[in-house]
T-cell receptor, first 117, second 113 residues
Framework: AQSVTQLGSHVSVSEGALVLLRCNYSSSVPPYLFWYVQYPNQGLQLLLK??????LVKGINGFEAEFKKSETSFHLTKPSAHMSDAAEYFCAVSDRDSGGSNYKLTFGKGTLLTVNP | DTEVTQTPKHLVMGMTNKKSLKCEQHMGHRAMYWYKQKAKKPPELMFV???????INESVPSRFSPECPNSSLLNLHLHALQPEDSALYLCASSQGTLTDTQYFGPGTRLTVL
């Protein structure tokens, strides 16, 4: 089964600083990777996804992620943090279930991003 | 329209009550999902419906009973829940392939007394 590991359960940055949220994957086949954001008391919203078309993926709200096969990584970045970016961020990998005919997302444990004024 | 709606937003129930959570999507998606999310944890998959048939049950206790009346609706029937079942219950939908985005609803915040 494929899995993702998010390094750092909590990241704190200053407003205007670079945001870097780390995600490493474990997969024997090319993975399909997703970043979701969850604001307090809300559902999850897709930021971006990697489906092997391009290694640098641009998403919403100025976020982007680069797929690096050599490092088995898919880190999320944003050049300049905004107060509104404060949220929980989840990296996820799409995988087949044990029966092989259905697909499901497996999430990392999440990284809470706080942005200081 | 990429909206998944869930009702109610909040639900408080006793351990002997029977209640239902509802989820609706009008994106023509063939797959619908129920997740359970505890505080400061990632969503945990509970059930997957594909073409209105239950395709994945992640060993969920029988006090949770899913139902998919049609391709747009997904219900989760609750009976004899325990306090540890208190959580945010999220519904999602997608086209159901490996690369498709899952669209999530806002969730139902469930408290079991």
């Amino acid at each position: 089964a494929q899995s993702v590991t998010q390094l750092g359960s909590h990241v704190s940055v200053s407003e205007g600083a670079l945001v870097l949220l780390r995600c490493n994957y474990s997969s024997s086949v090319p993975p399909y990777l997703f970043w979701y954001v969850q604001y307090p008391n809300q559902g999850l919203q897709l930021l971006l996804k990697y489906t092997s078309a391009a290694t640098l993926v641009k998403g919403i709200n100025g976020f982007e992620a680069e797929f690096k096969k050599s490092e088995t990584s898919f880190h999320l970045t944003k050049p300049s943090a905004h107060m509104s970016d404060a949220a929980e961020y989840f990296c996820a990998v799409s995988d087949r279930d044990s029966g092989g005919s259905n697909y499901k997302l497996t999430f990392g444990k999440g990284t809470l991003l706080t942005v200081n004024p | 329209d990429t909206e998944v709606t869930q009702t109610p937003k909040h639900l408080v129930m006793g351990m002997t009550n029977k209640k239902s959570l509802k989820c609706e999507q009008h994106m023509g998606h063939r797959a619908m999902y129920w997740y359970k999310q505890k505080a400061k944890k990632p969503p945990e998959l509970m059930f997957v419906y594909s073409y209105e048939k239950l395709s994945i049950n992640e060993s969920v206790p029988s006090r949770f009973s899913p139902e998919c009346p049609n391709s747009s609706l997904l219900n989760l029937h609750l009976h004899a829940l325990q306090p540890e079942d208190s959580a945010l219950y999220l519904c999602a939908s997608s086209q159901g392939t490996l690369t498709d985005t899952q669209y999530f609803g806002p969730g139902t915040r469930l408290t079991v007394l």
